[in-house]
């Protein structure tokens, strides 16, 4: 279907860029995708998709790449976007979502603000097979947006995202069926000193300055990756990698 519709797009929409994270999109939840542009490069992969797109009577283009530049508002489009409505998160609630109680570990974070790095997570979180994630409510936590999807290579698709208005509250709430881990630059023990006895929430904090000290108290272990002192600290999505393979092979 030939797409004359208006740019630039409704409010209630995002621009998922790149081949893996269009793709998931179509796997997860084709209803939404509302339209779909890409470059001729890109016709190959396009293909499937059209289809997906002509059963349903949705508007679907090949265009120029700069066009496709503009539609993404990045040049890092990877040659293909949708647009689909926004996926929605829904405030974590009881009783606690079964999907997330059947995953060895569950990624908090605590104010995460660069939507590159909530998209580097959720990628190394679907890579080593979480099923779910927590979002807090500090007014630091980035959201979905174009740069989280395109990070994300699909990953967000993949997992079930919660807010968590009140992190400290929810964290002593999950006791009794998580370990919750607190991911500190000191302090803590390594990841093999951990207890194993039950899943663990792993908490990752905000870029400068951690998890903040309510949701830290609220935790009833401390993590620190171990380093050979030569830089501070690691980027918080590479600690979450290592943090979340680590303790997947610990827990019960």
Known sequence: MKDTTPWPRPQDTDRVAGVAAVEAVFARRPD??????????????????????????KPYREVPPDELSRIAGTGHHGGIVAVALIKPVPELGAPFPA??????????????????????????????????????????QAGLSDAAYRTAE????????????????????????????????????APEKLPRTKPFALVLGNE??????????????????PGSGAVESLNVSVAAAVLIHALKSLSA
């Open 208 to 225: 400068e300055e951690g998890p903040t000290p309510p949701v830290v108290a609220a935790c009833a272990q401390r993590v620190t990756l």
């Open 99 to 140: 999907e997330l109680l059947s995953q060895r570990v569950l990624p908090v974070l605590d104010g995460v603000g660069n939507p590159h790095n909530l998209g580097a997570i959720a990628r190394s979180a679907a890579f080593f097979g979480c099923a779910g994630m927590l979002v807090s409510g500090d007014p630091r």
């Open 32 to 57: 939404d995708v509302l339209r779909l542009f890409y470059v001729a490069e890109r016709r190959k992969e396009a293909g499937p998709l059209c289809k997906v797109m002509a059963a349903a009577r």
């Open 154 to 189: 699909g990953g967000l698709e993949h997992l079930s995202l919660f807010r968590v208005p009140n992190l400290p509250v929810a964290l002593r709430a999950m006791g009794p069926r998580f370990t919750t881990v607190a991911a500190v630059s000191k302090g803590g023990v």
